[in-house]
């Protein structure tokens, strides 16, 4: 049972209980890191909504070098992309003194233990499943904010959301909730029903 699943236990008896949405430092840079344009387009759109910096990366090369130069709060980073793998992306930003401490969230369209394993081994520090929606990514940062891997948000300062740069129409065309690429060989979901979260 995951830590918030016991406090909601412990808490309300069993009975559900409105998960909080605890944030990190407002305008963190927090790095996404998938072949997808779509889970790049949708993952950046939940962060920057939530008063975070997006940075976006399409492979391994290009994380590794975004991840040294711009040392994000946070990585979200694809297991499955061509060339260079989520896995080596993660044992090479672990050995390097540089970037060995930013918190590291593995993300995939499935969980195998060969997953797992390495998670343990090279250290990343969460997994999130594909298709993820917005509690998701939330319950992710709060978790990490939690364990002391990111500060807390100081809640005195508003949120200014950082999407003043794409027009209306545009943010409308990104939907709420990240799903794998139709096609993705070996990945195969079943659809979700899609709902707006205000």
Request: with cysteine; aromatic share 6%; net charge negative.
């Amino acid at each position: 049972m995951s830590g918030i699943g016991f406090i909601k236990r412990l808490l309300g008896g069993g009975h559900a209980v409105e998960p909080q949405h605890v944030q990190t430092t407002q305008g963190a840079r927090m790095l996404v890191v998938d072949d997808s344009p779509t889970i790049c387009a949708v993952l950046g759109k939940m962060l920057s909504q939530d008063g975070y910096h997006p940075l976006k990366a399409a492979d391994g090369a290009a994380a590794i070098e975004l991840a040294r130069s711009e040392l994000p709060a946070l990585i979200f980073l694809d297991v499955v992309m061509p060339g260079m793998n989520g896995f080596s992306v993660l044992r090479t930003l672990r050995h390097d003194p540089a970037t060995r401490d930013i918190p590291i969230i593995m993300i995939s369209g499935n969980q195998q233990a060969t997953e797992q394993f390495y998670l343990q081994r090279y250290g990343a520090d969460d997994f999130m499943k594909k298709p993820f929606d917005r509690d998701d990514v939330y319950e992710r940062i709060g978790n990490l904010v939690a364990n002391g891997r990111l500060p807390a948000r100081d809640t005195s300062v508003a949120v200014n959301t950082l999407l003043s740069a794409l027009s209306a129409e545009a943010l409308d065309g990104i939907p709420d909730i990240a799903m794998p690429d139709a096609g993705t060989p070996g990945i195969i979901e079943p659809p979700l029903p899609l709902h707006r979260v205000a």
